[in-house]
Each structure stands twice: as C-alpha cells, then as structure tokens.
C-alpha cells in the first residue's frame, strides 16, 4: 500500500460473519500479539464477549418492552455506562480508575458531562457536589469517553464536536505533572497539546449502532470538525470510535500497527479483515492541518454495505 510518509491510515473496519458484536472485539483482540489459543487471549475473548452481549442483548432485555419500546430511558443509559466502566477496568493499570462526571481546569473551565472519565486515582481528590456528580482535575484525566445506542448522523457528529471539546481543556495546561506522553530527548520531548496529538486526552465513543451506512458517510463525518465554530484542529480529533454492531473506526500507523493518535495528514482505507486494505482518494488543506475530505471506494458489492 502506498501510503504517504507522514500520513497515519484511518482505518475503518466493519464486522462479519458470526454475530458482529462478538466477531469484531474478537478482532481487536486478535490484532495484539497474544497468539490464538493462549489462556492470555482466551481470558481476553470472554471479556470481550460477554461486554458485547451484555452492552446490547443484556440491557434491551432488561429495558425494552415485548412492542420493542424502550422502559426507562436514564436506567438504560445508566446500565450501559456502567457496563463499560466495567470493561475497562480490565484493562486499565492499577492506579487508574474509571467513573463518570465533569473535567476542570485551574482557571475554573469545566466540560460538558463526560460518560466516561479515566483518571489517576492516586492524585485526584473527591470533588463532588450535593448531587454525588463528581469533577476531576485535568492535571490527572487520561482518558474521557461517549457510550451511545443507535446513533444517527447528527448524533455521531454532535458526540465527536464535543469529545473534541473537553479534548481542547488541556490546551491551557501549561506543564503535565502527572499523566503525559513520554517522548525522545530534544525538541521532541516538549510538551506541545496544541500541535503534537500525543501531548491530548484519549477520546472515544462506543455505541451500539449506526442508523447510516457509515462508508458512505466517512468523508461527512470526518468533515465535521471544520463544519461549524468552533473548528478543531487534527490534534483534537477522536482517537477511536466503536460500534459494537458495525465496525471498528481508528487509526494504524504508515508502518503497519494500530496508532490511535490523528494526525495532520490522514487518508481513508477500508479493511474487512480478509483482504489488503483498499485505498482511497484523500485531500487536505494547503498546510495538511485542519481539513480533511475523503471519500471511500469498497471493492465488489461490499460498496455502502455495512454487515
């Protein structure tokens, strides 16, 4: 594949075969270099299944009525946030922890309310107020997450501006004490969140669903950053994105492995797990910085097919 030298690959990777959910966190997992069949992998691969099953059988049968209406709204929210929490924490070192709440800066900003916030609990004091709503200081935030149902259009759009946002607090953090990026000696060690992508909070969504055919819509989803003010940089856009129904959305380094970090320069490829991934037309803005269009072009019938 001819990749441009600089250009991360975003890679987008639908589910198939056996039940979606299942088949592609199985996937994902397969893509470390724990070899298939290990106890390691296999302990893996039951984690992962049974965070599918329960993220979208689990809870429609606990909050979907026999019409198929959905009982509880906020419960069901609620179940499904705690369910990844859950999740992640097999994952996670030791001296992080997971929860829910808002993002502040020294200087009082605070985010919008975040589903899921990873944090290092050995720095970070019990602010909450009467409501038990807590707030994390941004010197100690890792991570921050979106958990969604079926999600349209507008719904993914809306969910990345404002990952986006909470990803822009650290702009205003002057010097990193306790989670950052350790880099090489030099200029590349500096800390820079306002340009080096590496220097950002992770962002992600996890959904159970797109109610759009997500192939043919990268290039408006992509595009959604520079579509309104305020507009967001490369370096503040998301780091990955899963639907449990559909596919996998992040990126891969020009070498070869998963690098989940955007990066200035982009392009598109679609990959099934079974062929080399197919690449498509990308342009960008005459600095390679802010825009991003792109189209996908998928082999055969598999074209806007998502399964």
């Not at 299942?22 to 296999?42: E, F, P, R, S």
């Not at 953090?173 to 800390?191: F, I, M, N, Q, T």
Request: charge should be negative; hydrophobic fraction near 35%.
């Amino acid at each position: 594949m001819n990749v441009e030298r600089r250009a991360d690959v975003l890679v987008w990777q639908p589910s198939q075969a056996m039940p979606p959910k299942i088949q592609l966190l199985c996937k994902i997992a397969k893509m470390t270099k724990q070899q298939a069949g290990n106890a390691l992998q296999a302990l893996l691969d039951e984690k992962m299944r049974v965070f599918a099953e329960a993220f979208v059988d689990g809870s429609r049968r606990l909050f979907v009525d026999d019409k198929g209406a959905l009982v509880h709204p906020g419960e069901f929210g609620s179940y499904r946030e705690a369910i990844t929490h859950d999740f992640l924490r097999a994952f996670i070192p030791q001296r992080m922890a997971v929860d829910s709440g808002f993002v502040v800066t020294s200087s009082g900003r605070i985010s919008t309310q975040c589903d899921v916030v990873i944090y290092d609990r050995s720095v970070t004091p019990l602010l909450q107020n009467d409501y038990k709503q807590r707030f994390f200081p941004l010197e100690s935030v890792c991570a921050v997450g979106e958990v969604k149902s079926v999600m349209s259009l507008a719904d993914l759009k809306a969910a990345l501006r404002k990952l986006s946002g909470v990803k822009s607090l650290r702009d205003t953090l002057y010097e990193p004490r306790y989670v950052h990026c350790v880099k090489e000696d030099g200029l590349a060690s500096e800390y820079e969140p306002h340009r080096d992508e590496r220097d950002q909070i992770i962002t992600f969504l996890i959904c159970e669903g797109f109610a759009f055919d997500i192939a043919d819509k990268i290039e408006e989803v992509l595009s959604c950053y520079i579509q309104e003010h305020p507009q967001y940089p490369s370096n503040l856009r998301h780091n990955f994105v899963l639907s449990i129904r559909d596919g996998l959305l992040t990126y891969v380094h020009h070498s070869g492995p998963l690098f989940p970090f955007p990066t200035k320069s982009t392009e598109v490829v679609h990959y099934d797990n079974t062929s080399e991934p197919q690449r498509v037309a990308v342009e960008g803005s005459p600095e390679g910085r802010n825009r991003l269009l792109a189209t996908i072009q998928l082999p055969g019938e598999s074209r806007g097919r998502i399964e």
